[in-house]
Structures are given as C-alpha cells and as structure tokens.
C-alpha cells in the first residue's frame, strides 16, 4: 500500500482588523485570501489564487447617523484575452479583476 498523496490543497485566510480612534470614528480592515493549489498528475484543475482588500471608514455623527467611505480591490490570476473574448489563467501573476470606491450616508429621521 502506497503513500496517500494530496490530490489538492485549498487554502483559506482572512484578517480583520478593526481600529476606534475616537468615539465618533473607525476603520475596519479586511483581507480575504483564496488558493486552489492542485496536484496536475492528479487532478484537472489550473492553479487559482484570488486576494481581496477592502478599507472601511465610519464616521458616526450621532446614534442613527453616520458616514461611511470604503474602497475594495480584487486580484486574481485571470487574464481576459481579447482576442477569444475568454478569460484564461495566468499563473503565477495575480491582476486587478475588480475595484470599487464608495460613500453611503445613514441619516435617522425622527418625526
């Protein structure tokens, strides 16, 4: 009987960092890690990595009002090639697949 072998490793992580300044203001931080890592002798699948960050500003003006500013990033080992019009993989090199900026108001209207 042989040595078991690992057909495929997945690899997970996540951080989250959160920091109050003051009473009124806060950042939270998180990033996401992804991995498919496979045996190809084993397994027909490409090796797939995905990162993603997103920062997170609360301005909390008084209970039920607050101001909210984030920005999140997303990088993955997927290239599209326009010539196919196909999104392929390209290993190892990790790209920009995605970025989003934004501002939400929360506002309490008491009647």
Not at 34 to 56: H, V
Not at 64 to 70: D, I, K, L, S
Request: net charge positive.
């Amino acid at each position: 009987m042989g040595v078991p072998s690992r057909i495929f490793d997945n690899q997970f992580m996540r951080t989250k960092i959160h920091v109050q300044l003051t009473r009124a203001l806060s950042v939270r931080t998180i990033v996401d890690y992804y991995g498919l890592l496979p045996d190809s002798t084993l397994f027909a699948a490409d090796r797939y990595q995905q990162l993603s960050g997103d920062i997170l500003l609360t301005w909390l003006v008084h209970p039920g009002t607050a101001v909210y500013a984030g920005f999140n990033n997303r990088l993955e080992n997927v290239l599209f090639d326009p010539t196919t019009l196909a999104v392929r993989l390209a290993a190892p090199r990790l790209g920009t697949t995605g970025q989003q900026a934004f501002v939400k108001l929360n506002y309490l209207f008491r009647m």
